[in-house]
């Protein structure tokens, strides 16, 4: 019985140590995102390495990933060094509208679309939206961030890699 209990106690102290915290595997899940054309599609894989990647799960309809968007396009040229890919849970009748109001495609550095398969989702459980992931050159998890963020705060963490 007493050879039982240490390892039980050290899984307890482990849980506990866990407990609220969600841990990530490091490496760019392997997602695939159909962009807003309907036509292109974009995997992890082919996302070149030697710039930090932001991922930035939102849905258009989201009044949060609205103000964050317009954030972050007031803030474009300090980000113009960082692949941005913002993601939507599956397509939404309100996504090429958001797409063309923020004039999405003017910018090189971003790209928008559908997370198909939902591997985005699945990979990181995102409860809350907007949910960012940022990577660094070599394509391994930064941070992970539920809820609303500030361009400071973005930058920060790119700025940090």
């Not at 050159?137 to 400071?152: M, P, Q, S, W």
Request: aromatic share 10%; with cysteine.
């Amino acid at each position: 019985m007493k050879k039982l209990l240490i390892p039980f106690l050290v899984l307890v102290v482990a849980a506990c140590h866990h407990a609220g915290k969600r841990l990530y595997d490091s490496k760019m899940p392997a997602i695939s995102m159909l962009l807003v054309d309907s036509a292109t599609r974009i995997k992890a894989a082919d996302i070149p390495g030697g710039e930090p990647v932001v991922f930035i799960y939102f849905r258009p309809d989201c009044i949060h990933c609205q103000e964050e968007t317009n954030m972050l396009l007031q803030g474009i040229a300090s980000l113009k060094d960082v692949r941005l890919y913002m993601l939507t849970p599956k397509y939404h009748p309100m996504l090429k509208a958001f797409y063309e109001h923020f004039k999405l495609g003017d910018y090189d550095n971003i790209k928008v679309g559908v997370d198909e398969g939902m591997v985005f989702f699945n990979h990181f459980q995102a409860r809350h939206i907007p949910f960012l992931a940022v990577f660094d050159k070599d394509k391994r998890l930064v941070k992970a961030h539920e809820g609303t963020f500030t361009l400071n705060s973005l930058l920060q963490t790119v700025e940090e890699q």
